[in-house]
């Protein structure tokens, strides 16, 4: 429970260099509390490195970042955020409340309050009757959405998703978009999500944040076009997933995906003759 | 060509019930001749019995290598009997049976205390091997000392270590099989359970490191739990291996009170049947630890996607 005030994720002139590669020049980025931001662009272009560099996973050569008011580091200790990887990754020996249990547990929180909060979140992600099944029990769509819940476990205020949907099939992808547009919604959490896929980002988002390699860096920002929750009552399935239907054929999410796609063209052309 | 082999089973067995009548008395070679001819025919139609079993699959996996283990014992019985062999070459299987059914009381006691000695060194070395490896996987300066002394145990020759333990703990023990035991055992379940902790997958290690999990709980949400199908198998092969070790160090002094003591002095006492009767408790003894291991593998793992599920 941050103040409102506060931005989610703060970063100024972050740089980050692995050796003589310069993965990340001179990162500005901003994202307000509740937003939904994306990160796309071609590999190499440092997107999945400035996820890492929010998650303390990476460090910056230079730059400052600041996520939920404190650093980056103390946002990790604290479990300000939730994170969920390509990969499930969940732990094949444990049921899937206990895997949602995972971070709660960490932070020595009590068996009963787990209990209770794995239930909830199984319930949120649709995933009430699984509780005692093991992952391998599960489909690959399932085990994403286990790993959600797991991401929401400590209620963070931040979700960081590294192409959570990267190895579903369209048609899973797309329910599972629906999906995290309700999740988000309702936990009011701010989303910075890796995608290599135009209209995903541009469904999903506030913001389309559109990044160029060879040094990584930002090249244009594109309004996305997110669907609007009720905004002035949060009441669970208020986005329902023909709204996100509904958005995908319109004409203004075409414009969207049609800007998006020239900025990444502009961002290969410029990178040419940089070389 | 099938009939002919039918023929010859029939001679065979004739051959054989004569050869059990006349005793050990010893065999022409024409006999024997007569003899080999059998055995060939028989194992012929015992194929043929286990091709009918193939119908039921689930049948056929017992039953092919009990009838298989019968035609041996059949071709055995025949080769001693008709063939004349003599006995410190090879007992007859009858002769055998006769005397585990005479030793049988001295068989199960005997068998208990090796089976003992097994059963304390593998559970010792099992978790000394366990707790080695945590240690090892834990602390860097610990894994560089400690694997390569373990796996230098590897290559020691129980055979060197048998008497020294005996000497240095005295005869009237059983400390120093139990050690030799616990020495063998150390090692497989080591590097199977050291090989299980350095199994994690990558997105598990950053998972944890995300959720700013500690050291310990590291170790036990994660290595320790992924590691366990492996520290099964090292269980698995260590378990036969103990009693073999505990039978083997028996051979060199100490207690006179197991299975590896009775087979030595019965083969210097000229006893080879009763010799053979306790390499079959031996045998048994080692088929039992084997199939212990491979049961507690089976239940520990049967959860676990690409075990035996």
């Given at each position: 429970?941050?103040?409102?005030?506060t931005?989610?994720?703060?970063?100024?002139?972050?740089d980050k260099?692995?050796?003589?590669?310069?993965a990340?020049?001179g990162?500005d980025?901003?994202?307000?509390a509740?937003?939904?931001v994306?990160?796309i662009?071609?590999s190499?272009?440092g997107k999945?490195?400035?996820?890492?560099v929010?998650?303390?996973?990476e460090?910056p050569t230079?730059?400052?970042?600041?996520v939920?008011?404190?650093?980056?580091?103390?946002a990790?200790?604290?479990?300000r955020?939730?994170?969920?990887?390509?990969?499930?990754?969940l732990l094949d020996?444990?049921?899937?409340a206990?895997?949602?249990?995972l971070?709660?547990q960490v932070?020595?929180?009590?068996k009963?309050e787990?209990?209770r909060?794995a239930?909830?979140l199984?319930e949120?992600?649709?995933l009430t009757e699984?509780?005692?099944?093991?992952?391998a029990?599960l489909s690959?769509g399932?085990q994403?959405?286990?790993?959600i819940?797991?991401?929401?476990?400590p209620?963070?205020?931040?979700?960081?998703?590294d192409?959570?949907?990267?190895?579903?099939?369209?048609m899973t992808?797309?329910?599972m978009?629906a999906e995290?547009?309700?999740?988000?919604g309702?936990t009011?959490a701010?989303v910075?999500f890796?995608?290599?896929?135009?209209?995903e980002?541009?469904?999903?988002?506030?913001?389309?944040?559109?990044?160029?390699?060879?040094?990584?860096?930002?090249?244009?920002?594109i309004a996305?076009r997110?669907?609007?929750?009720?905004?002035?009552?949060?009441?669970?399935d208020?986005?329902?997933p023909?709204?996100?239907e509904?958005?995908?054929e319109?004409?203004a999410?075409?414009e969207?995906?049609?800007?998006?796609?020239e900025a990444?063209?502009?961002?290969?052309a410029?990178?040419?003759?940089?070389? | 060509?099938s009939?002919?082999?039918?023929?010859?089973v029939?001679s065979?067995g004739?051959?054989?019930?004569g050869g059990v009548?006349s005793g050990?008395v010893?065999?022409?070679?024409?006999?024997g001749?007569v003899d080999?001819?059998g055995?060939?025919g028989?194992?012929?139609?015992v194929?043929a019995?286990?091709?009918r079993?193939?119908?039921?699959?689930g049948?056929?996996?017992?039953?092919?290598?009990?009838l298989?283990?019968?035609?041996?014992?059949v071709?055995?019985?025949?080769?001693?009997?008709?063939?004349g062999l003599p006995a410190?070459?090879?007992?007859?299987?009858?002769?055998?049976?006769?005397q585990i059914?005479?030793q049988l009381?001295?068989?199960l006691?005997?068998?208990?205390?090796?089976?003992?000695n097994?059963?304390?060194?593998l559970?010792?070395?099992?978790?000394l091997?366990?707790?080695?490896?945590?240690?090892a996987a834990?602390?860097?300066?610990v894994?560089d000392?400690?694997?390569?002394v373990v796996l230098a145990a590897?290559a020691i020759p129980?055979?060197a270590?048998?008497?020294v333990f005996?000497t240095m703990?005295?005869?009237?023990?059983?400390i120093?099989?139990?050690?030799?035991?616990?020495?063998v055992?150390?090692?497989p379940v080591?590097?199977?359970?050291?090989?299980?902790l350095?199994?994690?997958?990558?997105?598990h290690d950053?998972?944890m490191?995300?959720?700013?999990?500690t050291?310990?709980q590291y170790t036990?949400?994660v290595?320790?739990p992924?590691?366990?199908?492996y520290v099964?198998?090292?269980?698995r092969?260590a378990?036969?291996?103990?009693?073999?070790?505990?039978i083997?160090?028996e051979?060199?002094?100490?207690l006179q009170?197991?299975?590896g003591?009775?087979i030595?002095s019965?083969?210097?006492?000229?006893?080879?049947?009763?010799?053979?009767?306790?390499?079959?408790a031996?045998?048994?003894?080692g088929?039992?630890?084997?199939l212990?291991?491979l049961?507690?593998?089976?239940l520990?793992?049967?959860?676990?996607p690409?075990g035996?599920?």
């Amino acid at each position: 429970m941050t103040g409102t005030g506060t931005a989610a994720v703060e970063l100024q002139g972050v740089d980050k260099a692995f050796g003589s590669v310069r993965a990340l020049a001179g990162v500005d980025l901003t994202i307000d509390a509740g937003e939904f931001v994306s990160l796309i662009g071609p590999s190499g272009c440092g997107k999945s490195t400035l996820l890492r560099v929010v998650a303390d996973l990476e460090e910056p050569t230079a730059g400052s970042v600041a996520v939920a008011g404190t650093s980056a580091r103390q946002a990790r200790l604290d479990q300000r955020y939730g994170i969920a990887f390509q990969q499930a990754g969940l732990l094949d020996w444990r049921t899937v409340a206990e895997n949602v249990e995972l971070p709660l547990q960490v932070h020595g929180v009590g068996k009963a309050e787990r209990r209770r909060r794995a239930a909830e979140l199984l319930e949120l992600v649709g995933l009430t009757e699984f509780a005692g099944s093991r992952p391998a029990e599960l489909s690959g769509g399932m085990q994403q959405r286990v790993a959600i819940a797991r991401a929401l476990a400590p209620s963070p205020r931040l979700l960081l998703m590294d192409e959570p949907f990267g190895a579903l099939d369209e048609m899973t992808r797309e329910r599972m978009q629906a999906e995290l547009l309700r999740i988000a919604g309702e936990t009011g959490a701010a989303v910075l999500f890796v995608t290599h896929s135009i209209p995903e980002a541009v469904v999903l988002s506030d913001r389309v944040v559109v990044m160029s390699p060879r040094p990584g860096r930002i090249t244009e920002i594109i309004a996305g076009r997110r669907p609007p929750v009720a905004a002035d009552d949060l009441v669970p399935d208020s986005l329902d997933p023909e709204a996100v239907e509904d958005v995908r054929e319109t004409g203004a999410f075409f414009e969207a995906v049609t800007a998006v796609r020239e900025a990444l063209r502009k961002g290969a052309a410029t990178d040419g003759p940089a070389g | 060509m099938s009939a002919d082999g039918s023929r010859a089973v029939g001679s065979g067995g004739a051959g054989g019930t004569g050869g059990v009548g006349s005793g050990g008395v010893g065999g022409s070679g024409g006999v024997g001749a007569v003899d080999a001819a059998g055995g060939v025919g028989g194992a012929g139609g015992v194929g043929a019995v286990v091709g009918r079993g193939r119908r039921f699959r689930g049948a056929s996996v017992v039953v092919a290598p009990v009838l298989f283990g019968i035609a041996v014992l059949v071709l055995w019985q025949l080769v001693v009997t008709v063939g004349g062999l003599p006995a410190f070459l090879l007992p007859a299987p009858t002769a055998i049976a006769e005397q585990i059914g005479a030793q049988l009381p001295v068989i199960l006691q005997t068998t208990a205390v090796t089976g003992g000695n097994a059963l304390v060194g593998l559970v010792l070395g099992f978790v000394l091997g366990v707790l080695l490896a945590i240690l090892a996987a834990g602390v860097r300066v610990v894994s560089d000392l400690i694997t390569p002394v373990v796996l230098a145990a590897s290559a020691i020759p129980i055979v060197a270590l048998a008497p020294v333990f005996t000497t240095m703990f005295g005869s009237t023990t059983e400390i120093p099989r139990r050690l030799v035991v616990t020495v063998v055992v150390v090692v497989p379940v080591f590097v199977s359970t050291a090989r299980g902790l350095r199994q994690v997958r990558p997105v598990h290690d950053e998972l944890m490191v995300a959720l700013a999990a500690t050291r310990r709980q590291y170790t036990r949400f994660v290595r320790l739990p992924g590691a366990i199908p492996y520290v099964m198998t090292g269980l698995r092969l260590a378990a036969p291996a103990a009693v073999i070790a505990a039978i083997v160090a028996e051979y060199f002094g100490g207690l006179q009170n197991g299975l590896g003591s009775r087979i030595s002095s019965a083969a210097a006492n000229t006893a080879y049947a009763r010799a053979w009767a306790f390499v079959a408790a031996s045998i048994v003894l080692g088929l039992l630890f084997f199939l212990a291991g491979l049961l507690a593998e089976r239940l520990v793992t049967r959860n676990r996607p690409g075990g035996a599920s």
